[in-house]
């Protein structure tokens, strides 16, 4: 084809791109405001990939709570008010229950074929019926508590063996991403890996970290929400099918079929786990073998990263604010004795635990932005006209830290919880406060993290003093902002001081 030919194509294809999108646009009156939509590009010639909470918070202060921002075609509502959060979560969550799925997800999930990332509806409610009894209920907390604990204790106990620990210091990180695996593989198939060299937890671990790369990483946006950009992308697109292809291959040959071959020859011998629930709902032709591998596939991906994402923040706040963690040492020994160790049900009777735990949850909000939802029909949210299937962010990392909503939200203090916000819960009781999201589509796994964070940091502050590696007084707080989350940059080197129980 000659240059002149192909520049014409090229300006003819942009301008009927600019008068559709004219056309269409025009059939909103009241858009909400926004950073200037460039025909084709909308605001990504402004903003670029990086759309996270802080650019999206700095937005807030010059468009107010509600503001939109179109990248290419797509348009995306951010909110930023408790008032509004609470409007879209639960006054009007059946309509804006649904998920936008980027262009990574979609290769993820099969289109949506998930629990997580699948339109709000029928196969939704099935897949959250299916998962909720050996997942998401008090019961199956009552269940797996006692492997919380031990999977704890090992912990405590691998510590006190490596002499590094208490002298150099450790990326702990490592080993209590270990523990994770090890509560929801006990929970998913009655199975644990025995340590970080087990040849299959290394294979599981690199796929999912592989996955979470290539999902986390706001570095593809711009081939999502600008749709002529998208051959661009198309090489990061095959590396996510083929990975998407490795890893639920993975789960199905060596989880799900072993178990299956386990549950033909053992008969009753066997404990019954979360995966034969889904196996008998599969049984009843409710779901498929694809829609089983999903469920796993959702459970490795919501379950562990947030989980030590949360305990990597919370030991590094308890490090650099000692007066906090000598005050939670003191409270455990007061209530638990000198050498009893925290258990599930202690939870409750430990308020300064909670304290700390939800403190961590607010200042370094795991999932900022939280999950994207979606409305799939044209609405009206403050007076704005909100345009079908746009991605609704609630921008909760604001919320949290906004000072109309909390006294010195800049700083640290779990006592707050104790205070002022004595009231305030973790699960969205008051609208300013919503770690786990909001309604219907908040986080079922929200019992189960409670339980797990509140064991395993009591566990390592009642037997341990923990302290930055030498030479550093503080450990390094800044953070990486991702496409649903929030994790500290240096995986930190800690020390962990045994404490002699008396
Ligand atoms: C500290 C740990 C965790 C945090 C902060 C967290 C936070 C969240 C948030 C903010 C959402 C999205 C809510 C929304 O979009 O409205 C979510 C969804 C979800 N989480 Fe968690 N989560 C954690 C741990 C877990 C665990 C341990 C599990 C599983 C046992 C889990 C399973 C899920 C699932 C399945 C969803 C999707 C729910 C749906 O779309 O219906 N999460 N989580």
């Given at each position: 084809m000659d240059l002149l030919l192909f520049q014409k194509i090229l300006l003819s294809l942009i301008f009927a791109i600019v008068v559709v999108s004219k056309l269409r646009g025009k059939?909103?009156?009241?858009l909400p405001p926004g950073p200037f939509p460039y025909p084709i590009f909308g605001s990504w010639i402004e903003?670029?990939?990086?759309?996270?909470q802080l650019i999206l918070s700095n937005y807030a202060k010059k468009f107010g709570n509600l503001f939109r921002v179109k990248m290419g075609q797509l348009n995306i509502i951010v909110i930023s008010s408790k008032e509004l959060a609470k409007e879209v979560f639960l006054t009007r969550g059946v309509e804006f229950g649904s998920r936008s799925r980027n262009i990574v997800y979609d290769i993820f999930t099969g289109e949506g074929q998930?629990?997580?990332?699948?339109?709000?509806g029928e196969h939704w409610r099935k897949m959250k019926r299916i998962a909720?009894?050996?997942?998401?209920?008090k019961k199956s907390v009552q269940q797996y508590h006692g492997a919380w604990e031990a999977e704890a204790a090992a912990v405590v106990e691998d510590v006190k063996k490596n002499k590094e620990a208490a002298t150099n210091?450790?990326?702990l990180r490592m080993r209590l991403q270990l523990m994770v695996y090890n509560n929801l593989y006990k929970s998913m198939f009655d199975k644990r890996f025995?340590?970080?060299?087990d040849p299959l937890y290394v294979r599981v671990k690199d796929l999912n970290g592989q996955r979470s790369k290539l999902g986390l990483s706001l570095e593809y946006n711009f081939g999502d929400f600008v749709p002529i950009l998208r051959p661009f992308i198309k090489g990061y697109l095959k590396i996510c099918k083929e990975v998407t292809a490795t890893r639920l291959n993975l789960f199905k040959d060596h989880f799900i079929d072993e178990r299956k071959k386990l549950i033909s020859t053992g008969g009753r011998e066997i404990n019954k786990c979360g995966i034969d629930y889904l196996f008998e709902a599969q049984e009843k032709g409710e779901i498929n073998d694809a829609h089983v591998c999903y469920i796993v596939e959702n459970m490795n991906i919501a379950a562990i990263g947030t989980t030590v994402w949360a305990l990597e923040w919370a030991i590094a706040e308890l490090i650099n604010n000692p007066h906090i963690q000598n005050k939670l040492r003191a409270e455990i020994k007061s209530v638990l004795g000198p050498t009893a160790q925290v258990t599930e049900p202690d939870n409750q009777k430990l308020p300064y635990l909670q304290a700390v735990i939800k403190e961590t949850l607010r200042f370094?909000?795991?999932?900022?932005?939280l999950l994207p939802h979606m409305n799939p029909e044209n609405t009206k949210l403050g007076g704005y006209d909100i345009p079908a299937r746009s991605r609704i962010l609630v921008n909760a990392w604001h919320i949290f830290n906004d000072p109309a909503n909390w006294k010195k939200p800049e700083e640290f203090r779990p006592e707050r919880f104790l205070e002022e916000?004595?009231?305030?819960?973790?699960?969205?009781?008051?609208?300013?406060?919503f770690p786990f999201g909001?309604?219907?589509?908040?986080?079922?796994g929200m019992l189960s993290s409670m339980a797990v964070l509140g064991i395993t940091l009591g566990r390592l502050v009642q037997n341990f003093e923990m302290l930055p590696p030498p030479?550093?007084?503080?450990?390094?707080?800044t953070a990486v902002n991702v496409q649903f989350g929030m994790y500290l940059f240096k995986h930190s080197t800690v020390v962990l001081k045994p404490i002699i129980m008396s």
């Open positions: 059939r909103f009156t009241n903003i670029g990939n990086n759309l996270d998930d629990m997580i990332f699948t339109e709000y909720t009894v050996p997942f998401f209920t210091g450790i990326v025995e340590s970080e060299e370094r909000t795991i999932v900022p932005l916000e004595s009231n305030v819960e973790v699960n969205g009781n008051d609208v300013k406060y909001m309604g219907r589509r908040s986080c079922p030479g550093q007084d503080k450990i390094d707080m």
